[in-house]
């Protein structure tokens, strides 16, 4: 997550062109015409952090048995089509690639083998999202986003007939999530550029439990979803 902030940071505080313009007076406007375009398209490329929020069973959440989450950077990649439905909002889908591992650390355990679970996961994500946009500022437009979304797990082991005795931690294909977020758009000369950040919050249960009910690793986990933070940079 830190390297993701600080990434935000570099993005939207270290561009001085960018900056610039938000304190000079008026200046010559590129793409004029862009905005009006009922349809548009382009691509994205981009970051992710995973990270996972646990329930457990209320019987068993004060025996201090949290699960450790450590997560690293992924990447994006994917497409981006736009409809325009007045000057200030606009339909957006943007279905896309997403990579990422989050390392599961389980309490109660001395070996590595045991205590530790690598989950590596490739989403397709498809959100829906509405963007709200203020009015243009020379070639600027600050935006937010919200919307819903679904992904499907390339990775999912979900059918596996193993589970953690055998070293396999299981999770969901499918989950659905809502997501918010905000951006600027930059028009450039020849293109838009739209750096934006968003936070995505699953609204489904993604564990699938261990055969053994009283498993020590998911025995005690009553509801297991994805929250993260998506840094897309786009291009249209």
Known sequence: ???LFFLVITVFFLM???SAQLFTKERLANLETFDNRFLSWGY???FNSYDFKFKYNEELEEQNADVLVNSDV???VGLVGDMRVNKYINLRLEPGLY???RNLTFPGFEDESDFLREVKSTYIHVPLLVKFS???LNNIKPFIVAGVSSSFNL?????NPQDNEDGEFRMMKRASYFELGFGIDFYLFYFKFTPSIRGVFATT????PDDNPNSAWTGNIAEMQTRGIFINFTFQ
């Open 1 to 3: 997550m830190k390297k």
């Open 16 to 18: 001085p062109s960018a």
């Open 44 to 46: 994205f490329l981009g």
């Open 74 to 76: 992924g990447f994006n």
């Open 99 to 101: 990579y990422t591992q």
């Open 134 to 136: 203020t009015k243009r």
């Open 155 to 159: 990775s999912s082991n979900q059918d």
């Open 205 to 208: 249960d993604e564990l699938v």
